[in-house]
């Protein structure tokens, strides 16, 4: 699904990169999902993740505390290039990682994640894709398992293209979000503000043509599992018919 960009760093200005994290293993339903990327990056053992699912790594970013010496052998032989950091730093593998994407100015990126057992590792994931280094992509998608979140940096919209009847919900990443216009759903907002310490956004349904504004601030606009699932579900039935 990757092909190695093969350009200069002065020149690699990709379109749309891949960045597969550490943690458990990504599902490989989520590739179905994801738009052509030009770029992947691994953050440490996201290498034997990305080796599992066919991903070429272009660059591999980390203090290499996790990764296998087999994964680590694999992509030094597709060329990937290795940064590797110190093992006594204050930021996490993936926040190395986005920090490197954000320089390279790209228009999108999807983060692939396989989720775990750790409640710190989520909220650290989540504070990381919400930092203001992000704020210039046009659209960042997070996988969390077989979750489906966008990450909304104000002013952002996007349109979701998620069949009527799927549940989604709306929450606030890092503070206020403020000027949150929807349609198309159960429960519209209309230039409305939500909080972070209340969950007036969770649980609202896909009606119509959904679409979500936001003014400021960082929004998570969550695609639970059993939503996706039960499309690709739906999609598959349908051409099996044809």
Known sequence: ???????????????????????????????NHIAPFELVICADSGV????????????????????????RAWAASLNARFV?????????????????IATMGPRSLTVLWGGGDRIDHVLGVMAAVAAPILSSLDRIDLWVANDLIHVLHGPRTIDLD????????????????????????????????????????????????????VRSGVLAVIIPARALIETTTAVQTHHDKE
């Open 48 to 71: 034997d993740h990305a080796r599992v699912l066919g991903l070429a790594p272009d660059h591999v970013l980390g203090d290499m505390d996790s990764i296998s010496d087999g994964s």
């Open 162 to 213: 998620s069949p009527v009847g799927t549940t989604m919900s709306l929450v606030p990443l890092a503070g206020p979000v403020a000027g949150v216009t929807t349609g198309g759903l159960q429960w519209d907002l209309n230039d409305e503000s939500l909080h972070a310490d209340r969950a007036r956004g969770v649980s609202n349904v896909i009606v119509g043509s959904a679409r979500v504004d």
């Open 84 to 100: 590797v950091a110190d093992r006594d730093k204050d930021q996490t593998d993936t926040e190395l990682a986005l920090a490197a």
């Open 1 to 31: 699904m990757s092909a190695n960009a093969n350009q200069s760093d002065s020149s690699l200005r990709p379109g749309h990169v891949l960045l597969v994290i550490g943690g458990s293993a990504p599902s490989p339903r989520c590739l």
